[in-house]
Structures are given as C-alpha cells and as structure tokens.
C-alpha cells in the first residue's frame, strides 16, 4: 500500500488531517483513495485469475481443478516456484499499478463482472449444514494481518471522527461489500493481532452490518480434531463420506501449521 503515498493530492490530504484531525474533506479524500487502491489489489486477483483458467484451458488435458487451484495458490504465495527464481516482477502488483487511473466505480464494475464471468468455477455442492446444493464463495484471504491491522495508523477514523483507525478498516469495509457475503468471503489470518483493536475497528458502526466471527489459538493444531473443525469451517464437503474422512486424516499427516 506503499502507492497511497503517490496517489492524487494523498499527501496534501494527510497533511491537513494532521494540522486539523477532524477535516472532513481530507478525510474522505484519503478513505477515497485507498478504497481506490484496494479494488485495484482486487481487481488484478480476478484477471490474472480469469487469464490463468482461459491458459489451463488451452493445454493438453485442460482445466483441472485440483491441480490448479494448487498452481493458483502457489503462484501468489510462491511465484518463483512458476516462473522462475531469474523472474523478479510481482505480477499482482504490477498489474494493480497499470489500473491506478480507473475510477473506483469502473474497478468495483469490473470485479462484479469478473465474478459473474469466473462463478463456473464454482460447482454447487452438498451444504452439510443445510442439506441443500449451494454454490461456495471464492475466498479473499488477508494474511499477515497483524501488519494491517496498524499499518497507516491514525491515517483513517472510525465512523464519528473520534477514533483513529488503521488501513484494516477500508480494506474489510470495501472487501465485504464490493461483493454479496455469499459470493466473496474475507478471512484475515495472522499472529500477534491486538484482538481488541480488531474488534473495535470491525464492530465500528460503518461495518456492524457485516457478521464475521474470531477464531484463534488455531496455530499448530494440537489436535486432529481442531485442525477439522477448522477445515470443516470453509469447505462444505459431505464430512459423512469417507473419501472426505480420508481427507481429513491425511490434512493432519500433511499440515499441521496455520
């Protein structure tokens, strides 16, 4: 979010704040300009998402979803195990500064439509809980979010003015209303997080609308029986099967970290 610094009158904008904690006009052009930025993260995540599933349609075999929802994650967390150690741009990012002069309506646009164009991926399963076939979200995940839970810190208030905020706050305000809760869920994962700082930013009256639960002490799974609980929590799979049992005892051979 180094790009905020660069961003339109960004600068001139914290400077007022900073002479004046309560203008309004400084307020909103910061809280604009990082609603900005955000959707541009966005945004890029669904077009290199869009441009990986047309590639993978194009070689031998197709689209597998096993093996290419492994490949999409390692390209974002482990890009150099794609593309090669000699590769040094971050793809993600660079493509996030190529849309920095689209208009945050044009960015949110697009990321609905992106997510029109990509719900295919999105099978219907068995709902466990319901019992019904329901289409699963995608997932946005945040993590490290101890980092933005502080970072910018007194950059952003919360709804009245009175408190300052950290970038925490427009990202899980624009993260969970860009899309419906049914069709992107947010997850910020992290170690170290103030959890009171946390609570106070997500229950502020801006985003009490949007439920979210805590869940922690989930670091190395002490038990099989937390680390399924955890897993059982965001993959509506049918627990009663065995090949999903099976699933579970080998999660617990292979990963037993967060």
């Not at 974002?76 to 990012?93: C, E, H, L």
């Not at 905020?165 to 969970?176: F, G, K, N, Q, S």
Request: hydrophobic residues 40%.
């Amino acid at each position: 979010m180094n790009g905020l610094d660069y961003a339109q009158d960004y600068d001139r904008a914290r400077a007022s704040k900073e002479a004046n904690p309560k203008a309004k006009t400084a307020i909103e052009h910061m809280r604009e300009a990082a609603e900005r930025r955000l959707a541009q993260l966005l945004l890029a995540r669904f077009l290199l998402l869009d441009l990986f599933v047309q590639e993978a349609r194009e070689i031998p075999g197709g689209l597998q979803e096993k093996e290419h929802r492994r490949l999409w994650v390692l390209l974002q967390v482990q890009p150099n195990r794609i593309y090669g150690a000699n590769f040094k741009v971050d793809i993600f990012t660079a493509l996030a500064r190529l849309l920095r002069h689209a208009s945050t309506y044009d960015l949110k646009d697009r990321i609905a439509s992106k997510y029109q164009e990509l719900s295919f991926l999105l099978a219907k399963v068995r709902n466990p809980a319901t019992g019904g076939e329901e289409r699963p979200p995608f997932f946005c995940a945040l993590d490290e979010a101890q980092i933005i839970a502080t970072l910018r810190q007194g950059e952003f208030v919360s709804e009245d003015g009175s408190t300052p905020r950290a970038l925490v706050r427009e990202a899980w305000l624009l993260y969970t209303t860009v899309l419906q809760p049914e069709q992107m869920r947010v997850v910020l994962s992290g170690t170290g997080i103030k959890l009171q700082d946390l609570k106070d930013t997500l229950s502020s009256s801006a985003l009490k609308r949007e439920l979210y639960e805590i869940k922690f002490d989930i670091g190395a799974f002490e038990k099989p029986g937390s680390q399924a609980e955890y897993i059982k929590r965001y993959v509506p799979a049918s627990w009663a099967d065995p090949n999903w049992v099976e699933f579970l005892v080998r999660a617990w051979g292979w990963l037993r970290g967060r």
